[in-house]
């Protein structure tokens, strides 16, 4: 266990150390944050060495990415261009609405996938089957960008039941995690189908039967816990997934997350923001996958983090 940690670790670092040269070179293609905050101006061209010199751009790239490769080190991620606020802090306050509405989305999402895709599952070929198909078909088929903005009209605007914007409680919420939650569930409803489906056929769950246990503990906790060990993995991935992804949920919503943070900077051509925002949601993603793979041993005894089912 401790060696599988030690190499996933080692891959992190490398990951990280990807991600960061291909973050640092390739937003500095867009051009020139000196240009940006000049727009309104004429600027001299010793105003703009100036500002380049205050803003370390400047030095050569090298030194550049050096100093990058520090801060990660240091979790000095630097300071804003665009507000002199310390990337780190900026991160940190925003890190906490993101966490919030992808647990939110991951919530509901299971909340709404497992029931259909257990009763699918038990109920192969009737109507109900084919419902929680056919709802499967149309969770994967929305736009969240497009379901947000129903979602908001019809609940918000006409109906006023939740806030449409913002997030200052509980109630703001629930249209954000809600609109995530739907679009994951479809696929996560067939998942949990197919899945339950392949261990429903397995011996064990015959033999179980044939012991008098009851039913409901029979899919419980035999067929539907093995039939977590790829939902484990999705979900997983999914999570790590919506770290970075709910970008378009926190614009449509007005939603004070990273994802948020790192549009309005790429706009702003503000370096660190942006640099500092993607190593943060890759590292998480990171972490979450590297749970997971653990958490198998714990779903399934026969399966050994690292290695496989004997």
């Known amino acids: 266990m401790?060696?599988?940690?030690?190499?996933?670790?080692?891959?992190?670092?490398?990951?990280?150390?990807?991600?960061?040269?291909?973050?640092?070179?390739?937003?500095?293609?867009?051009?020139?944050?000196?240009?940006?905050m000049f727009q309104a101006g004429e600027p001299t061209n010793e105003a703009i060495e100036q500002i380049k010199q205050s803003l370390g751009l400047d030095e050569p790239l090298y030194v550049q990415y050096w100093i990058f490769l520090k801060g990660i080190v240091t979790f000095d991620l630097g300071t804003s261009f665009h507000s002199g606020q310390s990337v780190s802090h900026m991160i940190e306050d925003r890190m906490g609405a993101t966490v919030i509405l992808a647990l939110g989305g991951i919530v509901v999402a299971i909340l709404i996938a497992f029931p259909i895709g257990i009763l699918s599952a038990l109920k192969r070929g009737t109507f109900i089957d084919f419902s929680g198909r056919v709802f499967s078909l149309l969770g994967v088929s929305f736009p969240n960008f497009w379901l947000g903005i129903m979602l908001m009209i019809i609940f918000a605007v006409n109906l006023k039941w939740f806030p449409s914007s913002g997030y200052e409680g509980f109630e703001y919420l629930i249209l954000p995690s809600f609109t995530l939650g739907l679009i994951l569930s479809g696929v996560l409803a067939r998942l949990v189908r197919s899945s339950m489906l392949e261990t429903l056929n397995q011996q064990y769950v015959s033999t179980a039967r044939s012991k008098g246990i009851a039913e409901w503990r029979v899919i419980l906790l035999h067929a539907f816990r093995n039939a977590l060990i790829p939902t484990i993995t999705f979900l997983g991935l999914q999570f790590g997934s919506l770290l970075g992804g709910t970008v378009i949920i926190e614009l449509v919503y007005s939603w004070p997350g990273v994802g948020r943070l790192i549009v309005d900077a790429i706009n702003q051509r503000d370096y660190p923001v942006i640099q500092g925002g993607v190593i943060v949601l890759a590292l998480l993603m990171v972490i979450v996958n590297l749970i997971v793979d653990l958490s198998y041993s714990f779903f399934d005894p026969r399966i050994k983090a690292g290695g496989s089912a004997k």
Do not use: C, E, M, N
């Not at 599988?4 to 051009?31: D, E, P």
């Open 2 to 36: 401790i060696q599988y940690i030690l190499r996933r670790l080692l891959h992190t670092l490398f990951v990280i150390f990807a991600i960061s040269l291909l973050v640092f070179f390739s937003i500095r293609l867009t051009g020139d944050p000196v240009a940006v």
